[in-house]
């Protein structure tokens, strides 16, 4: 049986035999409805075609609507919807299929802000299970931690997957005690030093919202933090494990955690419920030395981009507009020529970053071929080409056509390659500043391929 087969008989089981649609364009396509959403599952398709059998059925329901389709990686499932201006996604397929169940019953309106919430939820795990937010980064989840496996799972061998999802139980086989304190509880190590923190709650979206005196909980758990003198503050509800630390050495502590949910864990990723032992969270423990690993390393890589920059790529950029507006009778030495060139330049690389930001992670359809051949991820391959290969044509710009028509479709949407029109200025014709110069401006090849490829 294959994967794809064995995803449909779970929906059939869950949700009963789906009805077949039944017009030519909809061949492959079950469709499903719940008292909380309707579903549809396409059996293959491009990004393009699996948004327009989206658009097709959604109309102007009120009802969320979420189609499903297999991916080549069998773990995992694309998804489409409940909001038609997010990206095709690719999530784990057992914590989609769990919250579909758990949402199936619900008043529609309450089903579809869980599963947008809960859908872009899953989509920022760094891996099944763990997600971080300016604390770690989740190249470092994905890649440094990854080496550390065999001693995170050593520190997690007591702990069963029932015991992980009530708090009590797993910080008590991690090798904790608790104390019970005016609000939540104080957990110590075998040394009896205080640890953590751990505020419990019956509901994890309580998570973001405030207190009855209208505080944030994460501003109350790191209060009781400096009460204890405990280091580390822990958001606890349902099997979902929110960690704070005290004392950050840079921003604020409020607003930098990671975020495991025991449900969503694999058997490849259960080992970081080991991040939460005493191993990991005592002084000099294993997680801040993680955490110092990871800036230090982001740091330098934000150097490093910042060299770029100045040495490789604004200089370039700006060769190329000082040369188009000579060719205009324009002298790009003139204070004000000089300014615009600035602005302008700046705002060519900030764009393109963005670009290949939110393609990298997946808000852009970068899968789609109708997409693809004009995405910034094509453009930065295409800029590296071209400075190992013969040279060309010194005047030629096709490559800042190509940006030009990215640009427009960015500003714009197009519906057919599933990309929907930026709702900012960054990509406005005017009104931002640099602007209205690239509007007018072009610039050739052997200016603009060592700018981009420098970013990318």
Wanted: charged share 30%; proline share 5%; hydrophobic share 35%.
């Amino acid at each position: 049986m294959t994967t794809s087969q064995s995803l449909l008989d779970r929906l059939n089981v869950e949700f009963g035999d789906g009805a077949r649609r039944t017009s030519s364009d909809d061949a492959g396509v079950l469709a499903w409805s719940t008292t909380g959403f309707d579903l549809l599952w396409r059996e293959a398709g491009t990004d393009t075609a699996l948004r327009r059998a989206w658009n097709k059925r959604k109309g102007q329901k009120a009802k969320p609507l979420v189609l499903l389709s297999p991916s080549l990686d069998g773990s995992r499932v694309r998804v489409c919807g409940p909001q038609h201006d997010r990206p095709i996604r690719e999530l784990a397929v057992e914590p989609v299929l769990n919250l579909l169940q758990d949402v199936a019953g619900r008043h529609f309106n309450e089903a579809g802000q869980t599963l947008a919430r809960e859908f872009i939820r899953l989509e920022e795990a760094a891996i099944p299970g763990l997600r971080v937010k300016e604390f770690l980064t989740p190249h470092f989840v994905r890649e440094r931690l990854r080496g550390s496996k065999p001693k995170l799972e050593e520190a997690i061998a007591d702990v069963t997957p029932a015991d992980s999802r009530e708090w009590r139980t797993l910080f008590r086989k991690l090798g904790y005690s608790e104390a019970r304190q005016r609000r939540g509880y104080l957990l110590r190590d075998d040394t009896e030093a205080p640890i953590a923190v751990v505020h419990p709650s019956n509901d994890p979206e309580s998570f973001g919202q405030l207190t009855r005196d209208g505080k944030l909980p994460e501003g109350v758990l790191l209060d009781d933090c400096d009460r204890y003198g405990a280091e580390w503050g822990v958001l606890a509800a349902g099997g979902r494990y929110r960690l704070f630390q005290r004392r950050p050495e840079s921003g604020a502590a409020g607003g930098q955690y990671l975020e495991i949910d025991a449900h969503d864990l694999t058997q490849e990723s259960r080992y970081c419920l080991g991040l939460l032992s005493p191993q990991s969270l005592q002084s000099e423990g294993w997680l801040e030395e993680w955490a110092r690993e990871a800036r230090d390393f982001g740091e330098e890589l934000r150097r490093g981009l910042e060299d770029r920059l100045i040495r490789d790529v604004l200089p370039s950029i700006a060769q190329g507009l000082a040369e188009f507006l000579e060719s205009e009778g324009i002298d790009p030495g003139e204070p004000d020529q000089l300014e615009r060139i600035g602005e302008a330049a700046l705002t060519l690389v900030f764009r393109f970053m963005f670009l290949l930001h939110v393609e990298a992670r997946g808000f852009l359809p970068v899968n789609s071929p109708m997409y693809h051949r004009h995405s910034a991820t094509n453009l930065a391959r295409e800029c590296h080409e071209a400075l190992v290969s013969i040279p060309g044509d010194k005047k030629s710009t096709d490559i800042w056509d190509d940006l030009r028509t990215l640009v427009r479709m960015i500003r714009t949407g197009n519906q057919n390659a599933g990309v929907p029109a930026y709702n900012g200025q960054l990509f406005a014709a005017d009104g931002f500043p640099g602007s209205e110069l690239l509007e007018q401006a072009s610039i050739t090849n052997a200016k603009l391929a060592p700018a981009l490829d420098a970013i990318a």
